[in-house]
């Protein structure tokens, strides 16, 4: 039987945010279609500094763009389902994430010539680095049958779980995050700090996998375990009170944090639904994505 | 199980640090009386900072130096808490910075080992090149300084006294050229210049994390008053 994978996701504004009379920085896009069993699900968290003065665009340009890319991966990383194809899957999401990096790029720069920065703000450094005011991370995974790819640039955590409730982080750590800055899809050469995996479901016994900005996790008064207790109960509600209850719930659980911690909380789950106990495919909140073109 | 996902929530600590010179010079030109006034002054800002920051608390700690380094509040203490006792001077005091940044990256060895803390703000004040009669050179504590990882990433910001600062030293404490850095020539400034400087590392340190690039970011306030810590002899 094909996984098929479902996604949920929700984002709220943080205090800090409110306070300074900023939009919400963060922003998140999932696309899954049934009938293929296919999810891609995204997540980016703005900077929010005056000099990242565009960063609410940014990142709402970076998960688009990397639902748009990673869509278009799909059919070759499900070609690549089977023994000794680890490292040319981990090629493929390489490529693909560079076709993130310059996908972002066009979209910034398509807005910019359509938004040009005002004199005060080319007088303040801007046309200088012109990407710096979108600065943005970006975390995605895409699921096709039993294979997930992840790819991250900047902060934020990327966990999966597997069907005995055990979370793991399956990226590398960026040895670049301070607590102070992250690294950033405006950084010159953002491949540098680029994080990919990709992960058999089998192997791993994946049943849901579920990635979130930093807001989430930063208030945690248990900082180094906050993300295997979320994944456990992350789990442990979709077979107990189901996704439709999870969905519900979203809401809360991203504004608490969001108050207490001060940033923007973002997360985006995807759930295997042939996992014992979860059999909800069809609650997926996928928002309209950019369609792939059709020479993809 | 608790249907709190994720765990217990609270805000994280942001610490404040001033290290302040008490050595001999400072009794010179009133620079000592300024300096309280100035501490006193910045007080009633922080608490404004603290409480515009809710995410945040703010807690203080003050390390003073001249022979040697003396922590005047050892425990980190919320702003609300802290109570200004005048410092005095150090007669014939030396600068034993390098001893206080030691003593200073000590104090942080302490600090939680994960990233349940906002990076600490730092704020040094000095009116003198540094010495070493006893302890550590300047150099041998700001690299244990910047050995620590809270120090490290501490959001580092310098304040020279009169025209004897050792604007260089203090340059190479804060560690970044795009942060101002600058010298009080009279109290008025002092008093404006350290408020400047804590509302500026209180915002900075207390932030979502940001992108690259973005350091201290307000501008400073333009000098007011006669330098008349320039001019004494």
Redesign the interface.
């Known amino acids: 039987m094909t996984a098929c994978w479902t996604t949920l996701s929700g984002t709220t504004i943080?205090?800090?945010h409110v306070?300074d009379q900023l939009p919400i920085q963060d922003a998140v896009l999932t696309w899954s279609d049934l009938a293929s069993g296919q999810a891609v699900i995204a997540v980016a968290d703005g900077?929010?500094?005056?000099?990242?003065f565009r960063?609410d665009t940014g990142s709402a340009l970076a998960a688009v763009s990397a639902v748009e890319v990673l869509r278009r991966m799909l059919p070759e990383l499900g070609a690549l389902d089977g023994p000794d194809n680890g490292e040319a899957a981990l090629d493929l999401l390489s490529r693909t994430a560079a076709s993130l990096v310059d996908t972002w790029v066009a979209k910034v720069t398509h807005h910019l010539e359509a938004n040009p920065y005002s004199p005060a703000e080319v007088e303040a450094g801007a046309a200088g680095d012109p990407l710096?005011a979108y600065?943005?991370t970006i975390l995605a995974a895409a699921a096709v049958g039993d294979l997930i790819a992840f790819l991250q640039i900047g902060?934020g955590d990327s966990v999966l779980v597997s069907a005995h409730g055990e979370a793991s982080r399956p990226l590398p750590e960026d040895p670049d995050l301070?607590?102070?800055?992250?690294?950033?899809l405006?950084?010159p050469r953002p491949l540098d700090a680029l994080r990919v995996a990709v992960v058999d479901a089998r192997v791993d016994d994946v049943a849901l996998i579920f990635l979130c900005t930093?807001?989430?996790?930063?208030?945690?008064?248990?900082?180094?375990?906050?993300?295997r207790?979320?994944g456990e109960?992350?789990l442990?509600f979709s077979r107990t009170r189901g996704l439709n209850w999870i969905r519900d719930?979203l809401p809360e659980?991203l504004a608490?944090?969001a108050r207490?911690?001060?940033?923007?909380t973002t997360m985006a789950l995807m759930v295997r639904s042939d996992v014992d106990g979860i059999s909800r495919p069809d609650l997926a909140d996928t928002l309209p994505a950019p369609e792939v073109a059709d020479d993809a | 199980m608790s249907d709190r996902l994720g765990g217990a929530l609270a805000r994280k600590p942001l610490h404040f640090i001033f290290v302040l010179d008490v050595s001999g010079s400072m009794m010179r030109g009133g620079r000592i009386q300024a300096l309280n006034n100035a501490i006193t002054e910045v007080l009633p800002h922080l608490r404004d900072e603290a409480r515009a920051n809710p995410h945040a608390e703010l807690l203080i700690r003050v390390l003073a130096f001249a022979n040697e380094p003396q922590w005047i509040i050892e425990e980190p203490t919320p702003v609300d808490q802290v109570h200004w006792k005048r410092l005095e001077a150090v007669p014939r005091g030396f600068t034993e910075l390098g001893s206080a940044l030691q003593a200073l990256a000590g104090a942080l060895d302490h600090l939680e080992e994960n990233n349940s803390a906002f990076p600490p703000a730092i704020i040094l004040v000095s009116d003198g090149r540094p010495t070493q009669s006893s302890g550590v050179t300047f150099a041998e504590g700001l690299q244990a300084l910047l050995n620590n990882r809270w120090g490290a990433t501490a959001v580092r910001l310098a304040l020279g006294v009169g025209r004897d600062a050792d604007m260089h030293s203090l340059r190479r404490f804060i560690g970044d050229e795009e942060v101002p850095l600058l010298r009080a020539d009279n109290p008025e400034q002092l008093v404006e210049y350290i408020v400047w400087a804590s509302k500026a590392a209180s915002k900075v340190a207390s932030r979502p994390v940001v992108g690259p690039g973005s350091g201290v970011t307000a501008a400073p306030p333009a000098p007011i008053g006669d330098p008349i810590w320039s001019t004494l002899a």
């Open positions: 943080g205090s800090v306070r900077h929010g500094h005056k000099l990242h960063s710096r600065g943005t902060d301070d607590g102070l800055h992250t690294t950033s405006c950084q930093d807001g989430f996790g930063r208030p945690r008064v248990d900082a180094d375990g906050w993300w207790e979320t109960q992350l442990e719930q659980w608490e944090p207490i911690g001060g940033d923007d």
